[in-house]
T-cell receptor
Framework: GAVVSQHPSRVICKSGTSVKIECRSL??????MFWYRQFPKQSLMLMAT?????????EQGVEKDKFLINHASLTLSTLTVTSAHPEDSSFYIC????????????FGPGTRLTVL | GNSVTQMEGPVTLSEEAFLTINCTYT??????LFWYVQYPGEGLQLLLK?????DKGSNKGFEATYRKETTSFHLEKGSVQVSDSAVYFC?????????????FGTGTLLAVQP
């Protein structure tokens, strides 16, 4: 089946620094990718929809200047957490549909961000 | 608004026990319903889905029936195995929303003991 990878799997950074998380579709092209955030014992919350070649669409309440999304190619989307603070510590997950418009999504394994 | 509520875990069962994980939803229109599973260290995987009322999704011995009258999509398996230990997420995609946007429940951790 289709595979989505994320890098890094874990990252620890100091408060005030920026962190980039990569999401790659390994065996298919994805014009759309989704970024989720998951808090402990809570559901995945959609942060934004990443669109190849155009601006990302952010969900209500998500700061677009804080969470920069770049979908530079059909196989790569990046999420940059800028000027990270401890409250940004979370589990970030991306997903992509191999076929646009279908219900099926393939999820990456997630990235654990810890901000000290 | 649209939401998904699923039972809190963890759920701990012995091997070959019967499993039920409850899931109810609130949505406008006619959503599609999903169960995703996340094994340790891996990404979420689609387990099964149902796109309209009374549909039954099934896979790997798991089943869930789309019940519009009770707005439920409970996950069941007749005999669990240790390898079923994972986190299970109920989710919906509503017909009036943008393509592929999913709303997830909080997830239920299942631990199956030998």
């Amino acid at each position: 089946g289709a595979v989505v990878s994320q890098h890094p799997s874990r990252v620890i950074c100091k408060s005030g620094t920026s962190v980039k998380i990569e999401c790659r579709s390994l065996d298919f092209q994805a014009t759309t990718m989704f970024w989720y955030r998951q808090f402990p014992k809570q559901s995945l919350m959609l942060m934004a929809t990443s669109n190849e070649g155009s601006k990302a669409t952010y969900e209500q309440g998500v700061e677009k200047d804080k969470f920069l999304i770049n979908h530079a190619s059909l196989t790569l989307s990046t999420l940059t957490v800028t000027s990270a603070h401890p409250e940004d510590s979370s589990f970030y997950i991306c997903s992509a549909p191999p076929i646009a418009g279908t219900d099926t999504q393939y999820f990456g394994p997630g990235t654990r961000l810890t901000v000290l | 608004g649209n939401s998904v509520t699923q039972m809190e875990g963890p759920v701990t069962l012995s091997e070959e026990a019967f499993l039920t994980i409850n899931c109810t939803y609130t949505a406008t229109g006619y959503p599609s319903l999903f169960w995703y599973v996340q094994y340790p260290g891996e990404g979420l995987q689609l387990l099964l889905k149902a796109t309209k009322a009374d549909d039954k999704g099934s896979n790997k011995g798991f089943e869930a029936t789309y019940r519009k009258e009770t707005t439920s999509f409970h996950l069941e398996k007749g005999s669990v195995q240790v390898s079923d230990s994972a986190v299970y997420f109920c989710a919906l995609k509503w017909s009036g929303g943008a393509t592929n946007k999913l709303i997830f429940g909080t997830g239920t951790l299942l631990a199956v003991q030998p």
